[in-house]
Structure formats: C-alpha cells, structure tokens
C-alpha cells in the first residue's frame, strides 16, 4: 500500500539549533515533493517544492534534499527560532492529487 | 484577492444533522481540493475540481458527503445525517495547474465540525 511516514510525531530542539525533519514514502513516483507548515487551528502554507531531478533545494534557513532511490526527503531549519514551532508536512503529488503525512511537531525552546 | 475563505469556521451540530461547508477560493485557480483532517494527522484527501468537474473522490468519501463546485467557482461539502465520527477539521485548498508549472495547494483556514 502507499505510505507517507514523518520520521516521529514531535521534535523537541534548542533555539540556534538545527532541525532535521525526515520524510519516506513508499509505493509513489512523485514528480516532486513539497513541505507545508501548520500552526494550530490554521490551514497548512507552502513552504518549499523539490523536483524529482533536484537533489537539494535552499530558501532562507530552510533546506530540502531528494532522494528517489531511497525514496526520503530531508528538511532541514538552520539556526532554528522560537517561531519557527510548528507542525511540518510533507507532501507528494502522484497523479492529479497532493497526499500528505501525518506531520512532525517541531517545538524550538528558547 | 484575500485568499482562500472557508466559511463557517466552526459548526456544532447533532448526530443526524446535515451539515454544509462553503469554500471560496483564489479567483485565478482552477482547482478546488476538499481534506479532512483530525488531531495529529495530517490531511487526508477526499475530493477535487478541476474547474467544475468533480474528477477524483476518494474512498473515505462515503455516501453521505456531497461536493458541488457550480460554475467552477465556489464549493460545497454536505454532510448528511452526521455522525460523530465525522467531527474534524474540513480544509479546501485550490492551486493553479497548467503548463510545466507545479501544483502548489493554497489553504483556507478550515471548517472545524464537532458532531454532539
């Protein structure tokens, strides 16, 4: 069957830190793969896109890796902030639909 | 544009109620996806529009959930004789698909339903 696994349910780091977020699927070919943030009580918002071709993708402190044959993407928060706490996502977009994981909870502690 | 409005916010009703959900989305897109999501999961897929054609539903869409998207603008979900199961949090999202460019959701901020 198909599956989107976040590595755990919440991830506790120190502020200046950074957090390493993992997502695995198996049984998908995505063309590419994004991230989504949510806050509580709020819809998720698009954070980054990666291509099934692209390795490694940079926006800010954030940085999204690819693999395909080990069918995982890494999502990384350098120099992490108190706001940046939240709940990320990842997401695969197989055919003509975005499925998504169940989330990691990242807290960042001043 | 003020983004993607779900209306209402919040819905409290009684087992065996029906219930409707309104999503107005960014003008410009034209996909309209419906998600259900409960607490520590993440959103699962239940239906999309492309303009207004209902063009995938997924199993978890029983009978008695409904998704209209009249004209290609604006989307209903009903929910008829709820249950208490059904309580959780109802997301739409619409994007812009076309050309090479990639599918990119933008959310509204959700229809929390609690079923009493």
């Known amino acids: 069957s198909q599956k989107i696994e976040q590595n755990s349910e919440a991830l506790n780091i120190q502020e200046g830190k950074t957090a390493t977020l993992t997502c695995n699927y198996t049984n998908y070919s995505p063309a590419y793969l994004q991230w989504y943030r949510q806050d509580p009580g709020r819809g998720p918002v698009f954070l980054l896109l990666i291509r099934e071709n692209e390795k490694e993708k940079r926006k800010e402190r954030l940085k999204v890796t690819f693999d395909t044959t080990l069918k995982q993407s890494l999502f990384h928060i350098t120099a992490s902030q108190p706001a940046d706490s939240a709940t990320y996502l990842c997401a695969l977009y197989p055919q003509n639909d975005m499925r998504f994981g169940a989330g990691t909870r990242l807290t960042v502690k001043p | 544009d003020t983004g993607v409005s779900q209306d209402p916010r919040h819905k409290i009703t009684k087992r065996g109620q029906n219930v409707t959900f309104r999503c107005d989305p960014i003008s410009e897109h034209n996909r309209l996806y419906w998600y259900r999501q409960t607490l520590g999961q993440g959103p699962e897929f239940l239906t999309y529009f492309q303009n207004e054609a209902q063009l995938e539903k997924s199993r978890l869409l029983s009978d008695r959930f409904s998704a209209e998207r009249p004209k290609g603008s604006f989307s209903t979900l009903e929910i008829q004789r709820t249950e208490q199961g059904d309580s959780a949090m109802y997301l739409c999202?619409?994007?812009?698909?076309?050309?090479?460019?990639?599918?990119?959701?933008?959310f509204g901020a959700g229809s929390r339903l609690t079923v009493l």
């Open positions: 999202a619409s994007s812009l698909v076309g050309g090479s460019g990639a599918n990119v959701l933008t």
